[in-house]
């Protein structure tokens, strides 16, 4: 069965610290994987990541992939009250085009 | 602007009744797609479309019916059938169905509870 799991579910940290985040996955045909921000409403999209070893960055946040390991990481350096989300991992399955998600990291910045 | 529209934002459902939930993207995309999330729970998804006049069932299809007549529209029906239909349910979309680059982006969704 195509499985993401993400890890912390939830997280609780003050404002500055640096925060990283779990995506592992098992999914057969994997194409891509994904990281999006999701407040109240719509996700947002972070990242695509494709290939092994080749770290993204936009700002603060950063995330990189290996496919030997299947898993991905988040990091959030300097982390402000507006981080605060649930961030969502989400792999691309190549020929149904699917996306599989994880159950997503809820993140808390406290002042 | 372009984006993808849901609505209505919230919806009451009551027991028997069918109901549809909107969604309209002006982004010309090829592909759209219904995803619902629990409380607590990653996105599951419906029914995708990859052209008009084409829609194939996703992971937990059952007790729901789209459309696809404009490639604009995505329309979801939650039937009777559908026995808890509670959750939050999103419409995305992307350029075209196997576009590596393109991720899928999302409306801002529509929250169905049952009164």
């Known amino acids: 069965e195509d499985k993401v799991v993400q890890s912390p579910l939830s997280l609780v940290v003050h404002e500055g610290d640096t925060v990283t985040l779990n995506c592992s996955y098992e999914v057969t045909n994997f194409r891509s994987l994904l990281w999006y921000k999701q407040e109240k409403k719509a996700p947002t999209f972070l990242f695509m990541l494709?290939?092994?070893?080749i770290e993204k960055k936009s700002g603060r946040l950063s995330s990189i992939l290996d496919k030997k390991e299947l898993f991905s990481i988040l990091n959030i350096t300097a982390t402000q009250t507006g981080d605060s989300a649930v961030y969502l991992c989400a792999v691309v399955q190549g020929g149904s085009e699917k996306l599989v998600f994880g159950k997503g990291t809820k993140l808390t910045v406290n002042p | 602007d372009g984006g993808i529209t849901q609505s209505p934002k919230y919806l009451f459902r009551k027991e028997g009744q069918n109901v549809t939930l909107s969604c309209e993207q002006n982004l010309n995309h090829d592909a759209m797609y219904w995803y619902r999330q629990d409380p607590g729970q990653g996105l599951r998804l419906i029914y995708y479309s990859q052209i008009v006049n084409d829609f194939q069932k996703g992971d937990i299809a059952e007790g729901y019916s789209v459309s696809r007549e404009k490639k604009e529209s995505f329309p979801l029906t939650v039937t009777s059938a559908q026995k808890n239909p509670t959750a939050f349910y999103l419409c995305?979309?992307?350029?075209?169905?196997?576009?590596?680059?393109?991720?899928?982006?999302f409306g801002d969704g529509t929250r169905l509870s049952i009164l």
């Open positions: 995305a979309s992307n350029p075209t169905f196997r576009d590596r680059d393109q991720p899928q982006h």
């Open positions: 494709t290939s092994s070893g």
